[in-house]
């Protein structure tokens, strides 16, 4: 969606190929009809990204495995290769796909063939399917694909926000395809190489439905390594029909309808590519518009003219076609004026009632904006940015489908179960959050026999407010409960999944639905545990809080540098050897001022920095990494070293050896980045280690942080 992403560095896109392209993918994948009579489709994608550029990777003799989560189950399964935007071929050596087992496992390894063979050579511009193996894979299951490339790889055909980590053997690593375990996957990235597709049959699957759209149905804002998009949510909710279909992700960063660019082609450009060839592809949701109207230049007539030449297109080829609302934007940048809002307003009017050129419509300005002011998201939905949705927006987006008017799952669950709010807030040792279900009959006729029930993480408790059972719900129904929910008292502190399950006679048949929500348990001041200690030296009282290895520090401090050594600290004393390291990680900081620091401390004596021997590496709220230290002795930080971006959690570690310190952080505890050496020349003999955190407040006078820790350690 972001307008920095339309260009991607060192990507260049072949109007010829893209054209080669695209009349293969007609003749390789003919979508089927939609008439009322056709059978269902041999194939139906089961999962799909659009690929959109291509990058030379430097390597050799490597292998990937790439983790897709499908829509649709099937007893049989296929991949699409393809070798677009890019001029020269590409050879796969070997491939294999498997069920799932975590990370880059696989649970059983089946080898891959192209045309009864097992290596293919991708001509540029061209497109490879593999032939059919027989791989048992329930709706919405993992699959890994494994590729081998042998002898040099001269570029990578890619989908780049991939959202899902994707592994790689090192350069050099060889053939890995058949591995079960994931050992030799040691280096990963987030983008999806070669492959476009993938393909199941033998199953209760009528089709598939497209989702083409933006960096929104592509997922951007939405959690990483969780399948939180909204078609992944539109996925989830068609496998509970008894006849379910396929949901094919389509959507790019930054597309638009009225016009593209080199590595990121236009809604109507890639039509045929991306959607009409897809294998059993019926329906298909055109959720597009907010780029060309914020800052691509365009007009609301000139997007709907767009919109027009999509359905006519879609239509000609017998597909439905459901048209979504522009979302509001209002707050992201400086984009938003009064004049494109009603450009979006006149858009959304027409996806409303677009005399025919939608088959439907699905309002998901509706199901995000804030109704106390209609061009803003709501708070509950806005991922921060103020254009993309959070989760749970997501899930909103995904609520708002009409799968009826899909036409192509048939006896679908009516009722519908979801909770409030959205990522409640318990505290460790509180009295309890109240949580709220509420059971919606979405349907034609009325549900009976309606129950709920939460789960919870081991431990917790919920006590319902009224009773969980509902005797009937008629069409449009609710059915509301609050329930206390308290955490167990060595709940951690960090994020807990809480879910809630409804049953219900529909038709005469037991239905059921799901839901959940992340909560978050937060600490309360408690004090921490022998061995460890506190010291402060701020003019705000310090809090502690310990729970197993989890630290909390609550600090003010006007500043911790050579003028100020205002802080808060948890410390083992007598913990940091001569030659040895301190680490730790911090989880997160709260508190307004963007200077705060938290991180890790060593000290001769840590409640006396005079004694000598100095030394602090933390990571600010805003203004990245800083390392600390005192030249002379005297317990005053008087040497700097450091920068950067902000990012949490951080690992921090400080490395002794003498009077030499050297500090290094890591984004993933595993890639260690040198901050800088120091000399320290008053350290001597073993010393105090410990956290540390300050609010630096001299401008925000009376503020305090919160500093969260979930390890500490210290060795020789």
Same mark, same amino acid.
């Not at 009528?206 to 939405?222: E, F, K, N, P, R």
């Given at each position: 969606m972001s307008r920095r992403l339309e260009h991607l560095r060192g990507h260049r896109r072949f109007a010829a190929l893209a054209t080669a392209l695209v009349a293969t993918l007609a003749a390789l994948l003919p979508a089927a009809p939609a008439a009322?009579?056709?059978?269902?489709?041999?194939?139906?994608?089961?999962?799909?990204?659009?690929?959109?550029? !291509?990058? @030379?990777?430097? =390597?050799?003799?490597? =292998?990937?495995?790439?983790?897709?989560?499908? /829509?649709?189950?099937?007893?049989?399964?296929?991949?699409?290769?393809?070798?677009?935007?890019?001029?020269?071929?590409?050879?796969?050596?070997?491939?294999?796909?498997?069920?799932?087992?975590?990370?880059?496992?696989?649970?059983?390894?089946?080898?891959?063939?192209?045309?009864?063979?097992?290596?293919?050579?991708?001509?540029?511009?061209?497109?490879?399917?593999?032939?059919?193996?027989?791989?048992? +894979?329930?709706?919405?299951?993992?699959?890994?694909?494994?590729?081998?490339?042998?002898?040099?790889?001269?570029?990578?055909?890619?989908?780049?926000?991939g959202l899902q980590t994707v592994y790689w053997t090192p350069d050099g690593g060889g053939d890995h395809a058949s591995d079960a375990d994931g050992d030799a996957f040691t280096r990963t990235d987030s983008a999806f190489?070669?492959?476009?597709?993938?393909? +199941?049959?033998?199953?209760?699957?009528?089709?598939?439905? +497209?989702?083409?759209?933006?960096?929104?149905?592509?997922?951007?804002?939405?959690?990483?390594?969780?399948?939180?998009?909204?078609?992944?949510?539109?996925?989830?909710?068609? !496998?509970?029909c008894s006849t379910t279909a396929g949901v094919l992700n389509e959507g790019i960063s930054g597309n638009r309808i009225t016009a593209g660019v080199d590595g990121n082609p236009s809604a109507m450009d890639r039509l045929e590519r991306d959607v009409l060839s897809q294998p059993g592809a019926r329906t298909v949701i055109l959720f597009e518009g907010v780029n060309d109207l914020s800052w691509g230049g365009a007009t609301g007539d000139q997007v709907i003219d767009g919109m027009k030449e999509i359905g006519r297109r879609v239509h000609a080829r017998g597909l439905r076609l459901i048209g979504a609302t522009v979302v509001p934007y209002r707050g992201w940048g400086d984009w938003w004026t009064e004049a494109k809002e009603a450009d979006r307003q006149k858009v959304n009017t027409f996806v409303r009632d677009s005399g025919g050129a939608f088959d439907g419509y699905a309002d998901f300005d509706e199901a995000v904006r804030d109704?106390?002011?209609?061009?803003?998201?709501?708070?509950?939905?806005?991922?921060? @940015?103020?254009?993309?949705?959070?989760?749970?927006?997501?899930?909103?987006?995904?609520?708002?489908?009409?799968?009826?008017?899909?036409?192509?799952?048939?006896?679908?669950?009516?009722?519908?179960?979801?909770?409030t709010p959205y990522r409640p807030t318990l505290q460790a040792g509180g009295d309890g959050t109240e949580i709220t279900s509420t059971v919606t009959n979405t349907g034609t006729g009325t549900v009976t026999q309606v129950s709920t029930r939460l789960d919870l993480p081991d431990g917790w408790s919920a006590e319902p407010a009224g009773s969980t059972r509902t005797r009937s719900l008629s069409p449009g129904d609710s059915a509301t409960l609050t329930w206390t929910v308290t955490p167990a008292a060595d709940a951690a502190w960090g994020t807990h999944e809480i879910g809630v399950r409804t049953s219900f006679l529909q038709d005469g048949r037991t239905r059921r639905d799901s839901d959940s929500v992340d909560a978050t348990v937060t600490p309360a001041p408690s004090g921490v545990r022998a061995p460890y200690l506190t010291t402060a030296t701020t003019t705000e009282e310090a809090r502690y809080a310990q729970n197993g290895d989890q630290f909390a520090i609550?600090?003010?401090?006007?500043?911790?540098?050579?003028?100020?050594?205002?802080?808060?600290?948890?410390?083992?004393?007598?913990?940091?050897?001569?030659?040895?390291?301190? !680490?730790?990680?911090?989880?997160?900081?709260?508190?307004?001022?963007?200077?705060?620091?938290?991180?890790?401390?060593?000290?001769?004596?840590?409640?006396?920095?005079?004694?000598?021997?100095?030394?602090?590496?933390?990571?600010?709220?805003?203004?990245?990494?800083?390392?600390?230290?005192?030249?002379?002795?005297?317990?005053?930080?008087d040497t700097w070293a450091g920068g950067g971006s902000s990012y949490h959690p951080a690992w921090l570690k400080l490395v002794r050896d003498g009077?030499?310190?050297?500090?290094?952080?890591?984004?993933?505890?595993?890639?260690?980045?040198?901050?800088?050496?120091?000399?320290?020349? /008053?350290?001597?003999?073993?010393?105090?280690a410990g956290m540390v955190a300050s609010a630096v407040n001299l401008n925000y006078p009376g503020q305090t942080t919160t500093a969260l820790f979930d390890s500490f350690s210290t060795h020789e």
């Open positions: 009322a009579d056709t059978k269902q489709p041999q194939w139906a994608g089961t999962w799909a990204t659009a690929q959109h550029a !291509s990058y @030379d990777p430097g =390597t050799s003799e490597v =292998t990937v495995r790439i983790p897709v989560r499908v /829509s649709a189950g099937g007893s049989s399964v296929r991949i699409r290769l393809t070798n677009a935007f890019t001029t020269e071929p590409v050879t796969i050596g070997h491939a294999t796909v498997g069920r799932g087992a975590g990370g880059s496992a696989v649970a059983k390894p089946y080898e891959l063939r192209f045309g009864g063979k097992d290596e293919v050579r991708i001509a540029a511009g061209e497109q490879a399917v593999s032939d059919a193996v027989r791989i048992p +894979v329930p709706a919405r299951g993992d699959l890994v694909v494994s590729l081998y490339f042998p002898g040099r790889l001269t570029h990578i055909s890619q989908h780049w926000m190489p070669f492959l476009t597709g993938v393909d +199941v049959q033998g199953a209760n699957a009528a089709g598939s439905v +497209v989702a083409l759209g933006d960096s929104i149905t592509d997922g951007a804002a939405s959690t990483s390594n969780a399948n939180r998009r909204w078609p992944d949510y539109l996925a989830g909710r068609l !496998s509970a109704p106390d002011d209609p061009t803003r998201y709501g708070a509950a939905f806005d991922s921060g @940015d103020h254009l993309h949705p959070n989760d749970t927006g997501m899930k909103a987006f995904a609520d708002a489908v009409d799968l009826a008017g899909l036409r192509v799952a048939r006896d679908c669950p009516s009722a519908r179960v979801r909770l609550w600090a003010g401090g006007q500043d911790l540098s050579g003028w100020k050594d205002e802080k808060a600290a948890v410390y083992l004393a007598d913990a940091a050897p001569p030659s040895g390291t301190v !680490s730790a990680r911090i989880v997160g900081q709260t508190g307004r001022g963007p200077s705060a620091k938290a991180g890790i401390a060593v000290a001769n004596d840590l409640t006396a920095p005079a004694a000598g021997g100095y030394a602090v590496l933390t990571m600010s709220a805003q203004f990245g990494l800083e390392f600390l230290t005192d030249s002379d002795g005297d317990g005053k930080l009077t030499a310190y050297t500090a290094y952080a890591s984004s993933d505890g595993a890639a260690w980045q040198q901050v800088a050496t120091a000399t320290v020349p /008053s350290a001597s003999g073993t010393g105090d």
